[in-house]
C-alpha cells in the first residue's frame, strides 16, 4: 500500500516526516491560496463537503476564491478524522482545542503546528508498528515536551491529541478491514 500524507493524496515524503504541512505550502505560496478544485485534489474531498464545512463554521470563510493555509490546514485536520468520528465530534474536538475558528487568540496551539506534530507520531508509530496506549501517550508527550512554547495548556492538548491520534489509526484499520471484506465478497461471488 502507498504510503500518503495524511488526509492528502500526497505521496509521503522523508521531506514530510518533521513538517508535513512544509510539502504543501510551496503549492499554497505559489498560487497564493487554493481554488476548490485544487483542495478538492489534495484532500480526495469533494468540492461540496468543503463548501457544507465552511457553511457550519467548522473552517474559516473563504476570502475571495482561494482557500488560504488558515483553511487548508483546519480541512486536513477534519479529513484526517472523518474516518472515524462523527463530523459534530470533530467539530467539538477543535473547539475544544482551539475555540472559535476565526479567532485564534483562544487557541492553545496554532492549527500547522498541531497537524505537523500529529503527522510525526503518526509516521513515528506507523514506522514502529507501535499504535498502543502507551506508545502513543509517550510519541505525545514527547512532542508537547518539544514544542512547549507553542502550546498554551498542554493538558488540554494531550487528551484531544490521543483522541486524534487513535481515531486517525482507527480510520486506518476501517479502510484495510474494508478491503478484505470486499475480496471475501468477491471471492464468495466467484464460487456461485
Known amino acids: 500500500m502507498q ?5 492528502t493524496t500526497m505521496k509521503f515524503s522523508e521531506e514530510a516526516r518533521n513538517s508535513a504541512f512544509s510539502v504543501i505550502s510551496p503549492i499554497l505560496e505559489a498560487t497564493g491560496g487554493l481554488t476548490l478544485s485544487q483542495l478538492s485534489k489534495l484532500t480526495g474531498l469533494e468540492g461540496s463537503t468543503i463548501q457544507n464545512w465552511i457553511k457550519r463554521g467548522w473552517i474559516a470563510s473563504t476570502k475571495g476564491k482561494k482557500y488560504s493555509e488558515k483553511q487548508v490546514i483546519r480541512i486536513l485536520l477534519i479529513n484526517m478524522l472523518r474516518g472515524s468520528m462523527k463530523l459534530e465530534n470533530i467539530a467539538q ?13 483562544d487557541d492553545i496551539i496554532a492549527d500547522i503546528t498541531l497537524y505537523n506534530i500529529l503527522c510525526r507520531i503518526i509516521f513515528t508509530a506507523e514506522d514502529e508498528g507501535a499504535f498502543t496506549t502507551e506508545s502513543v501517550q509517550e510519541l505525545i508527550s514527547r512532542e508537547i515536551t518539544a514544542n512547549s512554547s507553542e502550546i498554551t495548556d498542554a493538558v488540554k492538548l494531550r487528551k484531544a491529541m490521543y483522541v486524534m491520534v487513535m481515531a486517525y489509526r482507527s480510520a486506518c484499520l476501517k479502510i484495510e478491514a474494508d478491503k478484505k471484506m470486499s475480496a471475501i465478497l468477491s471471492e464468495m461471488e466467484n464460487l456461485t
Do not use: C, W
Open 3 to 7: 504510503r500518503l500524507i495524511p488526509a
Open 93 to 105: 474536538l477543535m473547539v475544544y482545542i482551539n475555540g472559535d475558528v476565526e479567532d485564534t487568540s
